[in-house]
């Protein structure tokens, strides 16, 4: 009998799978589609082979960068343009983004690059929270509650909910305090605010803003290492393979496709969006437009290495027409681009919703945002990807293990991190 079967072959399933090869365990995995890697993927858009999901990691704890050396990916590992991005306010010209924040969080409220984006009467309230005990709101579960409370509506929305919307494409309000920004609560513990917490956060970090990483030549490089490995160590890795259920503890697994009408008997571990949780609920839909573009007039970067948009109370766009949620000038971002582009830029803008015109609504965003002409000659290539942020488990059944964004929040690292934290519990106890 097989030791464990992994539904699901993301990042999660993979990184779970090869940790537990590696520690002898038998392992087989079963992805329903017909490629691993889940929102992991690449495109090639103007003869660029581009990441069409995640392009960057968070480097808190190492822990991405510690897989991407044990995958002989350490060398290829690169940061991007410290310029760092703006924000589109829902009224207004734009801004560059604090920089001394997290997530948006200012670390000094009173801050000249802050108190233009949120008001004199929102920066007042914001450092005001200095004054107030730090356990205050020390147990609020998500990023948007402790944010409201500590800091007011203004910071959270002006501020936090678009960068962690153009970050992690979800709401703060649906993201678990410590998941997105691990050590948070327990440093505005000890410094007795959440802005001096930001502040401390950043100088142990050595690094202001958000610390991020990419990887020379994409992201999906780290899933074709993954599954190179997998193949090398001999593990069973089906694709088409759609499972119908999981039982309790050692699980019968039913297969469609390659092997309709056949069970695999083994320890389950899910790593598949929905098949615990409610199957018509595929979770919140992010659409990706990239644009490949000739005009000389973006080589100045005129947004740092691109925007994110504010939405005001109502969820109107910024200016009533631009409906992209972010956008990042990946040429102007990652070097490795810029040098595959020969001259040309690339811009990729990030949707809730699709369009017939997709094309033509990015490319007028993309002109509106960044400031800067940008016909529709000069166009040269478009491409469109899309993918669903799962909603997360609040209950999975006794004996079943789950592993993937659905219990370890959004973003590479905390996958990654929860992936590796359960093999290791999994080979203990076998």
Known sequence: M????????????????????????????????????????????????LDAGAESFATRRGTVATLARSLKLGDDIVEPNPAGAWLQPATGPAFRLPLNSMLGIPG?????????????RAATRAYLETLLPGPYAAKSKTLGEL??????????????????????????????????????RAAMIDTGSLARAVRSLQESSG??????????????RIVEALAADLDRFGVDVRLNSRVENVADGRALVGVEGGSSGTHIQGRAIVAAPGILGDVSNRGHRVVLATLVVDQPLLDAAPRGTGLLVAKDGSGIPADGGIRAKALTHVTAKWEWVAERAEGKHVLR??????????????????????????PTSSV????????????????????????????????????VGQADELA???????
């Open 108 to 120: 000094s409220p009173l801050a000249a690059d802050v108190t233009p984006i949120i008001g004199g």
């Open 207 to 220: 690094r202001a803003g958000s610390s991020v990483a990419g990887i020379r030549g994409g992201i999906f």
């Open 147 to 184: 944010v409201r409370r500590r800091m007011g509506e203004a910071v959270l929305d002006q501020l936090v909910r678009p960068i962690v919307r153009g970050v992690h494409s979800a709401d703060p309000d649906d993201l678990d305090l410590d998941k997105v920004a691990p050590g948070l």
């Open 2 to 49: 097989t030791d464990f079967v992994i539904v699901g072959g993301g990042v999660g399933g993979l990184v779970l799978a090869r940790r537990l090869v590696l520690g002898g365990a038998d392992v087989i995995v079963l992805e329903a589609s017909d490629r691993l890697g889940g929102s992991v993927a690449s495109h090639t858009v103007g003869g660029i082979q």
């Open 380 to 415: 040269l290539a478009f491409g469109r990807s899309e993918w669903y942020r799962p909603p997360r488990l609040t209950h999975t059944p006794d004996g079943i293990h789950v592993v993937g964004e659905t219990i370890a929040g959004t973003g590479l690292a905390n996958v």
């Open 349 to 374: 803008l990030s949707y809730d919703d699709d369009s017939a015109d997709l094309a033509e609504v990015a490319r007028a965003d993309a002109e509106a945002l960044l400031g800067v002409p940008i």
């Open 424 to 430: 290791g519990n999994l080979l203990r106890d076998s």
